[in-house]
């Protein structure tokens, strides 16, 4: 009949272009678009961001009778000071920063409290205020932080630390890089098969350690392919201990994952054999993807705002990156 298409015809493995064959993973991270972090600096983008909300509200609303005068560049002036002189050895320069920062914070708790109020009036009038409900929490982690920081000299863990008033979600990676020690976003997990196909990411909003994801990441894999891989390639992160890596044999030919610390001979032996070795160099293949998501695809700093938007945007990355393989296959 006209206009019937003619039915699909099976595909033979032997023509799939992305096999299961092969499994490589790594983590990278994808930077927050934040300054670099410091008690002064976000009390000050606090105490900025609030009288803005506020003067917004004043001249939206005049019937509410608010008319506070902010002096904001007298905080400004305030957070530059302590930005310039808190490195400073000098023992009447210290006492003079925490001086300071005493009169800085007094400031910002000062202006929480007239935010409170506002908010308080305009929920009585029926008016709504997201982001002065939005703002107020995060502000008074900010003071509580630095007061401790400062005056009490508690070092906070890092996962109980704001790192920006703007980007809340935010947290501080270290991976012991030698150029960029510190990095303030998300570890993003990576996963690809021999064919460079990404076939399963993964965007942490909170850090976990990189041997936690490796057991998810063979389970997404299985379920894609209704099999384990032939070959398991990643870095020594991902390396537990040897009865992790005898687990894994038992399921997998070739797991291609480096001891950490001192080998005996048997485990010398096992990473000196043809198959662990090209699993390496197909591990090594992940930088460049990594790389390439970073300068093509703009995986390297996150101009969104919000977690929701930021783990959006990998997955954008992603499929732009497979998209381009898919062409060259």
């Not at 409900?133 to 630095?146: E, G």
């Not at 390297?300 to 954008?316: D, E, I, P, R, T």
Request: hydrophobic residues 35%; proline residues 3%; aromatic residues 8%.
């Amino acid at each position: 009949m006209a206009g019937d298409e003619p039915s699909a015809k099976p595909v033979c493995p032997e023509q799939e272009k992305i096999s299961g064959e092969k499994l490589r993973l790594d983590t990278t991270v994808y930077e927050t678009n934040i300054h670099y972090p410091t008690d002064s600096s976000l009390l000050w983008d606090s105490f900025r961001t609030l009288a803005k909300l506020l003067r917004r509200v004043q001249k939206r609303f005049p019937e509410l009778g608010s008319d506070h005068r902010y002096h904001v560049k007298k905080v400004k002036r305030l957070s530059y000071f302590i930005a310039r002189n808190a490195r400073s050895k000098n023992k009447s320069k210290k006492r003079k920063v925490k001086s300071v920062y005493r009169t800085l914070i007094a400031r910002v708790r000062w202006i929480v409290g007239v935010a409170q109020e506002m908010l308080d009036v305009l929920e009585v009038h029926g008016y709504e205020a997201d982001e002065l409900h939005h703002y107020l929490p995060i502000v008074n982690k900010i003071i509580d932080q630095a007061e401790k920081r400062v005056f009490e000299g508690i070092i906070l863990p890092s996962d109980q630390k704001v790192y920006s008033l703007f980007e809340e979600h935010t947290e501080l990676v270290k991976r012991g890089k030698a150029r960029k020690p510190l990095e303030f976003g998300h570890k993003v997990l990576i996963a690809q098969t021999g064919e460079k196909f990404i076939h399963h990411y993964e965007v942490l909003p909170t850090q976990r350690q990189d041997t936690e994801l490796l057991g998810p990441t063979i389970n997404a894999h299985q379920r894609l392919f209704d099999a384990v891989p032939d070959v398991l390639a990643t870095d020594k992160g991902f390396y537990k201990n040897m009865d992790q890596i005898e687990q894994l044999e038992r399921d997998i030919e070739t797991v291609s994952i480096s001891k950490k610390g001192r080998r005996t001979q048997e485990q010398h032996a096992r990473e000196r054999t043809e198959d662990f070795v090209d699993g390496q160099r197909l591990r090594a293949g992940s930088e460049g993807t990594i790389s390439v998501l970073k300068r093509v695809f703009k995986l390297g700093l996150c101009l969104f705002k919000g977690f929701k938007n930021y783990a959006a945007s990998v997955g954008c990355a992603v499929f732009c990156h497979n998209l381009v393989l898919l062409t060259r296959l």
